[in-house]
């Protein structure tokens, strides 16, 4: 089937940054989509945006533009089951960036796609 | 592009659950539904409004027709206590608020 592992938890002050990596296996990493999605305590789930890996293209919700930038990295794996990790950079931290974070996989060329696997999460907590 | 859920649903074990998502001619639009329960990560049970991914029990359902989307649970069991939340296309990816469900 195929499987994303995010790395652990975090701390950090207001204003720092956190990077946070989710490595996929099980799959061809370059022909899918990595999304992210974050939940607040107690809150519902709340779109980031996605990066094509298939293709590089990326599209960010308007509400982190400014602070977020997604990446994967295709270098590991062979050319026909290709692992590989994708990271969500969050800058300019605040307390309400205080959540848990996933990444989930979406198959790309659909308008709206589904995500059929997801990450186990990461919590950041935002606090000084 | 916004998209309304109950806060909750309460069903007895064993009988039927319908979880609504609501908006505007959400009829037009493929609705994918997620559950969650406490400390763990969504997992897709319906994608484009009525496919069930592999290893879902049959007991879930989906259809979407006008402005309401439903999720359908069938036979309820004490296991498919969680939340459950839909996902539309709207400019960008909408989720709803998300509906706890209680088996009673």
């Known amino acids: 089937q195929g499987q994303l592992v995010q790395s652990g938890a975090e701390i950090k002050k207001p204003g720092a940054s956190v990077k946070v990596s989710c490595k996929a296996s099980?799959?061809?990493?370059?022909?899918?989509?990595i999304s992210w999605v974050r939940q607040g305590p107690g809150q519902g789930l709340e779109w980031m945006g996605w990066i094509n890996v298939y293709d590089g293209s990326i599209n960010y919700v308007q509400t982190f533009q400014d602070r977020v930038t997604m990446t994967a990295d295709t270098s590991t794996g062979t050319a026909y089951m290709g692992s590989g990790t994708a990271y969500m950079e969050l800058r300019t931290l605040r307390s309400d960036d205080t959540a848990v974070y996933y990444c989930?996989?979406?198959?790309?060329?659909?308008?709206?796609?589904?995500?059929?696997?997801w990450g186990q999460g990461t919590q950041v907590i935002v606090s000084s | 592009y916004e998209v309304t859920q109950p806060l909750s649903v309460s069903v007895a074990q064993g009988q039927t659950a319908n979880i609504t998502c609501e908006g505007d001619n959400i009829g037009f639009k493929n609705v994918h539904w997620y559950q969650q329960k406490p400390g763990q990560a969504p997992v897709l049970v319906i994608y484009k409004d009525k496919n069930r991914p592999s290893g879902i029990p049959e007991r879930f359902s989906g259809s979407n027709s006008g402005n309401t989307a439903t999720l359908t649970i069938n036979r309820a069991q004490a296991g498919d206590e969680a939340d459950y939340y839909c996902q539309v296309w709207g400019g960008g990816v909408v989720f709803g608020g998300g509906t706890k469900v209680t088996v009673l």
């Open positions: 989930a996989r979406f198959e790309v060329g659909a308008t709206n796609p589904h995500f059929d696997f």
């Open positions: 099980g799959y061809n990493f370059k022909n899918y989509g």
